[in-house]
């Protein structure tokens, strides 16, 4: 079993988030491993999440002024004038629109240590004009089909395409995907995800797990989605938001995801304030 002192080494050193460790000094980066190149008209929600110009994290469209992503991609103090996100485009560093924050909210529940609630609701300046390239994603909700071992899981982003350090000595797998990449992951039962990481963290009721031999999620690529297409057909929902794990496409540790139905309600309440608060300030003549 592992040390208290060894657990929080490896919080501290951000080897469990997923977020890029570079800025601001925050847990993570990230890349699909396993995954195949593609674009942003298969997956128009996604957005890249950028700190004074430098891509760490993804996130999901969720309506015209709001994006979901994690909350371990934001470290205190933060200031909303050193992110933007960067939306319609299949390459994080070109294309698009670079577009400024109005707001950053992240849970008041979550815990860096154990990584629960992690969950944050980005208000953006501008309003977003829907097109073929830039779309909303629907968020899964508890009387939606659950996710079973038929349902179809994809994790998107520009996150590394193996852990930091290059074993095989590819430096170029090392750092974050110029180009969107996607990766099909299957569901773990919570049980088997609980006792992976018996030894490591609690798996909460707010999380949900995901893995495919050689296929994951890592740096780069927290605050994305994980988005499921159920056999009966019907839209992409998206089900989680891409949290923590242990290594990328370790076979004894899934990828941990925020469980989105869990914070649905904690969603729209803070999303419906935004614009009832919105509307007053059009009332009273104040912008």
């Avoid at 993804?58 to 994006?67: A, D, K, N, V």
């Avoid at 989680?240 to 969603?267: D, E, H, K, M, Q």
């Amino acid at each position: 079993m592992y040390s208290t002192g060894f657990l929080w080494s490896i919080v501290l050193l951000g080897s469990l988030v997923r977020a890029t460790p570079t800025p601001p000094s925050s847990p993570g980066n990230g890349r699909i491993v396993g995954g195949e190149v593609t674009t942003i008209e298969e997956f128009p929600y996604q957005v890249s999440v950028q700190f004074k110009g430098q891509h760490i994290c993804g996130g999901s469209i969720i309506g015209e002024h709001f994006l979901l992503t994690a909350a371990h991609c934001f470290e205190e103090p933060y200031s909303t004038e050193d992110y933007a996100v960067r939306v319609a485009s299949s390459e994080h560093g070109s294309g698009g629109h670079l577009l400024s924050l109005r707001r950053i909210i992240t849970h008041g529940g979550y815990n860096p240590q154990s990584h629960d609630n992690d969950v944050a609701l980005l208000i953006l300046h501008a309003r977003l004009n829907f097109t073929e390239n830039l779309q909303p994603v629907p968020l899964a909700t508890d009387s939606d089909s659950p996710i079973t071992a038929n349902t179809r899981l994809r994790v998107s982003g520009w996150g590394f395409q193996a852990e930091e350090t290059a074993d095989d000595g590819d430096a170029e797998k090392v750092g974050v995907s110029a180009q969107l990449r996607f990766v099909e992951v299957d569901l773990v039962e919570t049980p088997q995800c609980r006792q992976a990481y018996r030894q490591v963290l609690p798996i909460t009721s707010r999380m949900l797990c995901a893995a495919r031999p050689g296929q994951d999620s890592c740096q780069g690529d927290s605050g994305g989605p994980l988005v499921g297409l159920q056999p009966e057909g019907g839209p992409a929902k998206l089900y989680g938001i891409v949290s923590w794990g242990l290594g990328c496409a370790n076979p004894n540790y899934p990828g941990v995801y925020t469980r989105v139905s869990a914070f649905r309600n904690w969603i729209y309440a803070h999303m419906g304030a935004w614009g009832w608060n919105g509307l007053l300030a059009g009332w009273s003549g104040l912008q």
